[in-house]
């Protein structure tokens, strides 16, 4: 079940610049789409989310794009800090089922001094 | 910042033995999840609760699971006779409301280890 894909395992961005990290979906149902941060030995923290009917959402130094007809979404981070190192995941949730997110595999960003 | 606490962080068991997770999910909250994550896999969706009754639940949720709400404050996932497979990080999460555009908040998991 790849429904929600992050295709990136891994990326290294400099302090100050930008983070753009990528998630694409298959399931046309997919309504609103979140994305979580994780540090190891933590819970996902919810980060940003966008619902369908937008194509972008900002909330500080966190933007989230959504291309509906791509099926993409990404998430930029800027100016990148330290701090921001973590694994980040793509979830989503579909119409008929608004209990369960769909997460993809995550991308395990290094925010490099 | 209110938050989700869960109890133990890790809890080692041997195959075929019961074991309870626990979680306090947000005070104000009215929905409740479980998800779990197998080491290097994807974070999978187990089963939502409201209202004192699973509103959804995965295939993944056959009958050796159970959740229960005992009290006010506690959200239990039981499983009955554990498996080497069922070897992962639970989360237990909670949502204001059922809505898409509500937020689950997770908490920081119970590692559980089945020898």
């Known amino acids: 079940d790849q429904q929600v894909k992050q295709n990136s395992p891994s990326l290294s961005v400099q302090e100050g610049r930008i983070s753009i990290l990528n998630c694409d979906y298959t399931n046309s149902m997919f309504d609103y789409f979140l994305w979580y941060k994780k540090y190891p030995a933590e819970g996902p923290t919810f980060l940003i989310s966008?619902?369908?009917?937008?194509d972008k959402n900002e909330d500080g130094r966190f933007t989230v794009f959504l291309n509906k007809s791509a099926k993409h979404l990404s998430l930029h981070i800027v100016p990148s800090q330290p701090g921001d190192s973590a694994v980040y995941f793509c979830a989503a949730r579909d119409t008929g089922t608004a209990s369960k997110l769909t997460f993809g595999t995550g991308t395990r960003l290094q925010v490099t001094l | 910042e209110p938050e989700v606490t869960q109890t133990p962080s890790h809890q080692v068991t041997q195959m075929g033995q019961e074991v309870i997770l626990r979680c306090v999910p947000i005070?104000?909250?009215?929905?409740f999840y479980w998800y779990r994550q197998i080491l290097g896999q994807k974070v999978e969706f187990l089963v939502s609760?409201?209202?004192?009754?699973?509103?959804?639940k995965s295939e993944i949720f056959d009958d050796q699971f159970s959740v229960e709400r005992p009290d006010g404050s506690n959200f239990t996932l039981k499983i009955r006779s554990t498996k080497l497979e069922d070897s992962a990080m639970y989360f237990c999460?909670?949502?204001?409301?059922?809505?898409?555009?509500?937020?689950?908040?997770f908490g920081n998991g119970t590692r559980l280890t089945v020898t």
């Open positions: 609760f409201y209202n004192n009754e699973i509103s959804e």
């Open positions: 999460a909670s949502s204001g409301t059922g809505a898409s555009n509500s937020p689950l908040h």
């Open positions: 005070s104000n909250h009215l929905y």
């Open positions: 966008i619902s369908s009917i937008k």
